[in-house]
């Protein structure tokens, strides 16, 4: 399942299974799961493990040393989930000791061409780059969010479950879960509806979370009090619990407002 002119790192571990086309790389310190699939022409460095059933195409460049001039050669990491799609030149930086030292993917992303996870970076599940979208060290992004093409995201912004950031946007500030944010900077618009639509959120869901948006963003309140009411709604409407819960405790860079 090799292919005779790839060259594989002895230490490397990988499942019996795994496909690894022409002229890729495979550094010694690498792990690489059952069913997954490695083009050509790939390069997989560092202290990098990659789950089960992921497809890596040709010219993207996995794990290799942050681009952070702090980092001084430590033994950081990037630990990838199961079943993700990482496209044409994507490049995905592994951790630095200057936060938990590690750089971590969930299961189930799609991340398109040219796309950049820089170090520290930890996305959840079904997260999806598309093509040219680039996220700065140390940001996260919640399960289900989707970064559209050319959206460049500020180094620590967090960036919420279900949000949709569209098309060039810059980031600068947190986007709550839930929200559409377009612009640069990014600004609040919406509530991703079509996208809580097709993930099977209910109309009386969707409602309830349009409601906390127009408290949020369109009632004026100061943040406190904005938090306080939505607080109280939590009990009776637990789908505004991850909203509530993201913008409460604050965080480095503020919300977008």
Same mark, same amino acid.
């Given at each position: 399942?090799?292919?005779?002119?790839?060259?594989?790192?002895?230490?490397? %571990?990988?499942?019996?299974?795994?496909?690894?086309? $022409?002229?890729?790389?495979?550094?010694?310190?690498?792990?690489?799961?059952?069913?997954?699939?490695?083009?050509?022409?790939?390069?997989?460095?560092?202290?990098?493990?990659?789950?089960?059933?992921?497809?890596?195409?040709?010219?993207a460049?996995?794990?290799?040393?942050?681009?952070?001039?702090?980092?001084?050669?430590? $033994?950081?990491?990037?630990?990838?989930?199961?079943?993700?799609?990482?496209? %044409?030149?994507?490049?995905?930086?592994?951790?630095?000791?200057?936060?938990?030292?590690?750089?971590?993917?969930?299961?189930?992303?799609?991340?398109?061409?040219?796309?950049?996870?820089?170090?520290?970076?930890?996305?959840?599940?079904?997260?999806?780059?598309?093509?040219?979208?680039?996220?700065?060290?140390?940001?996260?992004?919640?399960?289900?969010?989707?970064?559209?093409?050319?959206?460049?995201?500020?180094?620590?912004?967090?960036?919420?479950a279900?949000? +949709?950031?569209?098309?060039?946007?810059?980031?600068?500030?947190?986007?709550?879960?839930?929200?559409?944010?377009?612009?640069?900077?990014?600004l609040?618009?919406?509530?991703?509806?079509?996208?809580?639509?097709?993930?099977? +959120?209910?109309?009386?869901?969707?409602?309830?979370?349009?409601?906390?948006?127009?408290?949020?963003?369109?009632?004026?309140?100061?943040?406190?009090?904005?938090?306080?009411?939505?607080?109280?709604?939590?009990?009776?409407?637990? %789908?505004?619990?991850?909203?509530?819960? +993201?913008?409460?405790?604050?965080?480095?860079?503020?919300?977008?407002?």
């Amino acid at each position: 399942m090799i292919d005779p002119r790839a060259i594989v790192a002895a230490g490397a %571990e990988l499942a019996a299974d795994v496909e690894v086309g $022409p002229y890729s790389m495979i550094g010694p310190d690498v792990m690489i799961g059952a069913g997954t699939w490695i083009g050509p022409h790939v390069v997989i460095n560092g202290h990098t493990s990659i789950g089960e059933g992921n497809r890596i195409f040709q010219f993207a460049s996995i794990g290799e040393a942050p681009q952070d001039k702090k980092y001084a050669g430590e $033994p950081t990491r990037l630990v990838i989930g199961a079943r993700n799609v990482i496209r %044409e030149y994507c490049t995905i930086s592994r951790g630095t000791v200057q936060d938990q030292g590690v750089t971590r993917i969930g299961d189930d992303c799609l991340l398109m061409a040219y796309t950049h996870v820089a170090h520290d970076c930890v996305l959840g599940d079904n997260v999806i780059m598309v093509n040219l979208a680039m996220i700065a060290g140390h940001v996260h992004l919640g399960d289900w969010a989707i970064l559209s093409g050319y959206v460049a995201v500020h180094q620590y912004c967090k960036i919420g479950a279900h949000a +949709f950031i569209a098309n060039n946007a810059g980031v600068t500030r947190d986007v709550p879960p839930y929200v559409m944010a377009i612009g640069n900077p990014a600004l609040p618009h919406s509530i991703n509806v079509e996208g809580l639509k097709r993930r099977g +959120f209910t109309p009386d869901q969707i409602r309830n979370l349009r409601n906390a948006y127009r408290i949020l963003y369109r009632s004026d309140l100061p943040l406190a009090a904005a938090v306080e009411q939505l607080s109280a709604l939590v009990e009776t409407q637990p %789908e505004l619990k991850p909203f509530v819960e +993201f913008i409460s405790p604050g965080s480095d860079r503020g919300l977008i407002r």
